[in-house]
């Protein structure tokens, strides 16, 4: 067999790749949860909604399984290390 018939195994296993979206909606929960319990909004109002699009997901992962699921388009890469939830 030649090199090109070889097949390519993925850098990332399927499971990591789900642990790891696991993980990033997570904290996009509890980071929009923290952002709309900010003092200042009234104890009689119904509150706010999180202006909170993008975070940097969590570092329990290397960049590349980040990189790869932008690349599957489950992820978009917003900038300066910050992705959101497509």
Do not use: N
């Amino acid at each position: 067999m030649s090199e090109a018939e070889v097949p390519q195994t993925p850098e990332h296993p399927p499971q990591e790749l789900k642990a790891a979206m696991k993980a990033f909606r997570k904290r996009l929960k509890l980071t929009c949860l923290d952002d709309q319990s900010r003092i200042g909004v009234g104890p009689m109002s119904s509150g706010r909604a999180s202006g909170i699009v993008g975070i940097t997901p969590p570092d329990q992962f290397p960049d590349s399984v980040w990189e790869e699921l932008a690349r599957q388009g489950r992820l978009r890469d917003i900038g300066d290390g910050q992705y959101e939830l497509l």
